[in-house]
């Protein structure tokens, strides 16, 4: 059984730029949460995705926006990259009935320049 | 809205020995879940031990066990004949049942584990 995967592991981007983020939820997961951690933090809450619907968001502004697909794998868009945007992104899964359950990837370290 | 306190940044102990790392919640929430995650170098975050907040029974898993006290909105983590593997960044967090499933993170114990 695969797990969580992410891509990139990480990249560099400059202020303004747009950028996407790939998550693969582990197999049967139909529940996609993304997160930010900013250096030396705990991860905040972006938003969450349940069966290809948007399923709860967090304090972020518009610019940050996802998308779920049918095989349950999501994106995560964010538009006119700020300096503070610079962090590590956290993807986690879980199936149905998880009982709260969260299975993190790797995560992808955004740095804007 | 809900926060999640931890209330220290760093700790260190010997190989082998017994360390407790503190966590504190606000919620006026009844039916939520407790959790501790541990982020090691490899960034990696994974899952350690889950409390459901209606059970008074404290969870334990092998040599991880939490002290529950709801009333006290306290949720502390054991660590039992620590190894150097338990060398990592450790994070208490919280997360209601109904809507969302949203984990609300503290921030943050870096535990070292001396040999």
């Known amino acids: 059984e695969t797990g969580v995967t992410q891509s990139p592991t990480h990249l560099i981007k400059t202020r303004g730029q747009q950028v996407t983020l790939r998550c693969s939820s582990q197999?049967?997961?139909?529940?996609v949460s993304w997160y930010q951690q900013a250096l030396g933090q705990g991860p905040q809450f972006i938003f969450q995705?349940?069966?290809?619907?948007?399923?709860g968001r967090g304090n972020f502004p518009p610019r940050f926006s996802g998308l779920q697909f049918p095989n349950y794998s999501s994106e995560l868009n964010v538009n006119a990259l700020e300096l503070d945007d610079s962090a590590l992104y956290l993807c986690a899964s879980s199936p149905d009935y998880s009982g709260g359950w969260q299975f993190f990837g790797p995560g992808t370290r955004l740095t804007v320049l | 809205a809900q926060t999640v306190t931890q209330s220290q940044p760093e700790m260190s102990v010997q190989e082998a020995e017994t360390v407790t790392l503190s966590c504190t919640y606000d919620t006026s929430e009844s039916n939520y879940y407790l959790f501790w995650y541990k982020q090691p170098p490899s960034r990696q975050m994974i899952l350690v031990i889950r409390?459901?907040?209606?059970?008074?029974q404290n969870a334990t898993e092998n040599r991880f066990s939490v002290n529950f006290q709801k009333a006290a909105k306290s949720f502390s983590l054991k660590i039992s004949d620590s190894q150097l593997g338990d060398t990592a960044m450790y994070f208490c967090a919280f997360m209601i049942i109904q809507g969302a499933q949203k984990l609300v993170f503290g921030q943050g114990t870096r535990l070292t584990i001396n040999p």
């Open positions: 995705y349940y069966r290809e619907e948007e399923n």
């Open positions: 197999s049967g997961h139909n529940t």
């Open positions: 409390q459901e907040a209606y059970k008074q």
